[in-house]
Nanobody, 114 residues
Framework: QVQPVESGGGLVQAGGSLRLSCVAS???????MGWYRQAPGKQREFVTT???????NYADSVKGRFTISRDNAKNTVYLQMNSLKPEDTGVYYC?????????WGQGTQVTVSS
C-alpha cells in the first residue's frame, strides 16, 4: 500500500473543529506530506505541507486556523482544523511526495454547515 489513507472527515457546524489523519506508507521515504482540498465545482487547491525537516507552509485562507503536525513513529500526519467556515467544505486529500513520485489518498469529506 503506497497510497496514503485519510480519515477523520465529517459534518461540523461553523466555528467547530475537526482533526484529519493521514497514514503514509512505511516503505517509501518521503520529502513532504500535506493536504489539498477540492470544493464542489472547483479545482483542487493547496492547503498545507510539511517537509521531512519539519518546515511547514499554509494557504493564506487557512493560516491561523489549521495546523499540520506529524507522528513519525506512526507514519502519520495530522491536520487540526479550528474555527471552520462553510467555505472550508470539500474533499480533503492527503499527499505524500518522494523523490520520484507523489501519492494521493482517496480523500475524506469535510462539510461545514452555517
Amino acid at each position: 500500500q503506497v497510497q496514503p489513507v485519510e480519515s477523520g472527515g465529517g459534518l461540523v457546524q461553523a466555528g467547530g473543529s475537526l482533526r484529519l489523519s493521514c497514514v503514509a506508507s512505511e516503505t517509501v521515504r518521503f520529502n513532504a506530506m500535506g493536504w489539498y482540498r477540492q470544493a464542489p465545482g472547483k479545482q483542487r487547491e493547496f492547503v498545507t505541507t510539511m517537509t521531512s525537516g519539519g518546515g511547514t507552509n499554509y494557504a493564506d485562507s487557512v493560516k491561523g486556523r489549521f495546523t499540520i503536525s506529524r507522528d513519525n513513529a506512526k507514519n502519520t500526519v495530522y491536520l487540526q482544523m479550528n474555527s471552520l467556515k462553510p467555505e472550508d467544505t470539500g474533499v480533503y486529500y492527503c499527499y505524500t511526495r518522494s523523490t520520484v513520485a507523489t501519492y494521493w489518498g482517496q480523500g475524506t469529506q469535510v462539510t461545514v454547515s452555517s
